[in-house]
Structures are given as structure tokens and as C-alpha cells.
């Protein structure tokens, strides 16, 4: 009888012990989702605030003198901004897709034990990580030999193959036991065949994890756009309000320099405005991949 009661008030402490444990992780977690999402917050509470208001007060959780000034300057000429839009979801769309191509096919290759020259090629792509050509020879060859000067494949080329991501890549590939290749190479399957229909299905993780750093890559990106286009047209929307921004700073420096008062020109408001408008699309994606991403990002963590 007193067993009993002894296991039982044990019981009792375990379970009080597990719901406080519970309560406080739930507490810490909450906040530092909190402080996670408060310079969020404030950057939409800034973007909806006046210039005068940001200048003279700074910045809070609550717009200050509401009003649209700077994302009326945004979206000034929405046929722009639409195109600008097509060029990076194009832009993300296909270099995302044809890098998860040529980064699985090249970790699977070289996680192969049977491949002769997978640390020869190993060793290759480890290399560039150290030691590069640079930007002038890159700008050259991009420019004088592959003629990609105001083209898309400029903007889609430099980002397809990530030496970090591939080895990424190779470490998901790694765990797929050897043993269900060499049943289906039994079974009379090919290279091609294997790949398609035995490790593109157990990738779903890895490329989801990859997937999402590529695209971010690709619609963050602005540096490649002002090196090699040359037509607004083919902006995309980083470098679109790269520029906006750049000549909204201009004309506020020359209309200072000719004694112009200009304090109603938003230039730290548009700079806020401009970050809600090219984060939006990827907060959106975010939650379509998360489970695939954080089983991603613990591949090595637990062996199973």
C-alpha cells in the first residue's frame, strides 16, 4: 500500500515537474519569437510613418502621423513594379530549379564510392571555395566570352552552383544507404533511373532546405543586375528599388546643396517601405517549406 502512494506522489512530482518545465520553455521560446518579430514590427510601423515624424521622434511599434507617402513613391508607376515582380519570380523560379538540378546531380556523383575521380572532383569544388579569379575576370568572361551582357542568364548563371550548398547536398546524399542503389542496379535499372526514382524522392528535406537558400539568393540579389543589365525592363524588383532609392538620395543631396528645404521627400521612410515590399513574397513562401527546412538544417544531428 505505501508503494503505491510512493509511486504515486512520485508520479505526481514527475508530472508537476514535465508541466512546469513545459510552461517556462513556452515562456522563453515566446520570447524570443517576440523579440524575433519586434524590428519587423517596427519596420512596418516605420514605413507607414512621416518622414518629419521619423526624423525628430525615431522609430516605435506604432506609425507616427500615418500616412502613405513613401509607398505611394513605390508603387508611383505599378506597371513597373509588376514587371520588375515577373523579372524576379522568373528569375528565383528558374535559377532555383536548374541549381537544385545541377547541385543534386553533382552531390550525387561525387557521394558515389564507385566513382573513380570523386575526390579528385571533390577537391576541385573545395578549391574555388578558397581561391577565386575575382570580379574583373569574371566580368570578362561573362562579358567579352559568353556575351551575356543585358541578359537574364547573367543573373541566373552566377548563382546555380554554390560550392556550400553542394557539399550540403552531399551530406544528405550520404545517408541514403548504399544498399537500396546496388538492389536496383540488381534489378536492371540505370544511373538516370536510380536517380529519378530512388533519390529524388528521399531528397525531400535536402532539397527544400537548398531550395529555399537558392531562392533567396536569386531574389535578394541586385549586385549581378547593376554589373551586367543595362534596360529597365529587365531590372528585377532589388535592383528596381535599389535604384529608386539611389535616385531619391540624389535628388535630396542636390536639392540640400542648392539651399532647397526637402524635409517632406521620405528617404528613410522609402527605405522602410522598399524592405516591406521585397520581403513579402518570401514570408509567404516560408511556411510551405518549414517542415522540410528544419528536418533539413538537423541532417547529422541524430543517427538513425
Not at 10 to 24: C, E, H, M, V, W
Not at 112 to 141: A, C, E
Not at 229 to 256: F, W
Request: net charge positive.
Amino acid at each position: 500500500m505505501k508503494s503505491k502512494q510512493l509511486a504515486k506522489s512520485q508520479r505526481i512530482k514527475r508530472g508537476t515537474a514535465r508541466f512546469s518545465f513545459d510552461i517556462l520553455s513556452y515562456l522563453v521560446v515566446g520570447l524570443i519569437a517576440i523579440l524575433c518579430l519586434l524590428p519587423f514590427i517596427i519596420l512596418i510601423s516605420g514605413s507607414f510613418s512621416s518622414e518629419h515624424a521619423i526624423r525628430f521622434t525615431g522609430y516605435g511599434l506604432f506609425p507616427k502621423e500615418f500616412t502613405l507617402e513613401a509607398y505611394k513613391i513605390v508603387f508611383k508607376t505599378p506597371i513597373t513594379i509588376l514587371r520588375a515582380y515577373g523579372v524576379s519570380i522568373f528569375i528565383t523560379t528558374a535559377g532555383t530549379a536548374v541549381g537544385l538540378m545541377v547541385l543534386t546531380l553533382s552531390a550525387y556523383v561525387i557521394s558515389r564510392k564507385d566513382f573513380k575521380y570523386r575526390n579528385q572532383f571533390s577537391f576541385f569544388f573545395y578549391f574555388t571555395t578558397l581561391f577565386n579569379g575575382g570580379m574583373v575576370s569574371t566580368y570578362i568572361f561573362y562579358i567579352q566570352y559568353l556575351h551575356l551582357k543585358d541578359n537574364f542568364l547573367a543573373l541566373i548563371l552566377p548563382g546555380m552552383l554554390n560550392v556550400f550548398y553542394l557539399l550540403i547536398m552531399r551530406s544528405f546524399v550520404s545517408v541514403i544507404p548504399t544498399a537500396l542503389i546496388e538492389s536496383a542496379k540488381i534489378d536492371g535499372a540505370g544511373e538516370f533511373k536510380i536517380f529519378s526514382s530512388i533519390i529524388l524522392p528521399l531528397l525531400k528535406s535536402g532539397l527544400a532546405t537548398i531550395g529555399l537558400f537558392l531562392a533567396l539568393g536569386y531574389w535578394n540579389d541586385w549586385y549581378n543586375a547593376m554589373l551586367y543589365i543595362n534596360t529597365s525592363e529587365k531590372y528585377p524588383l532589388q535592383y528596381m528599388l535599389y535604384d529608386l532609392l539611389q535616385r531619391t538620395q540624389a535628388l535630396t543631396r542636390i536639392s540640400s546643396q542648392a539651399g532647397i528645404l526637402v524635409e517632406n521627400l521620405p528617404t528613410n521612410t522609402l527605405k522602410l517601405s522598399m524592405a516591406v515590399v521585397a520581403t513579402g513574397p518570401i514570408i509567404l513562401i516560408y511556411p510551405f517549406v518549414q517542415k522540410y527546412f528544419v528536418k533539413g538544417i538537423t541532417i547529422g544531428s541524430v543517427k538513425g
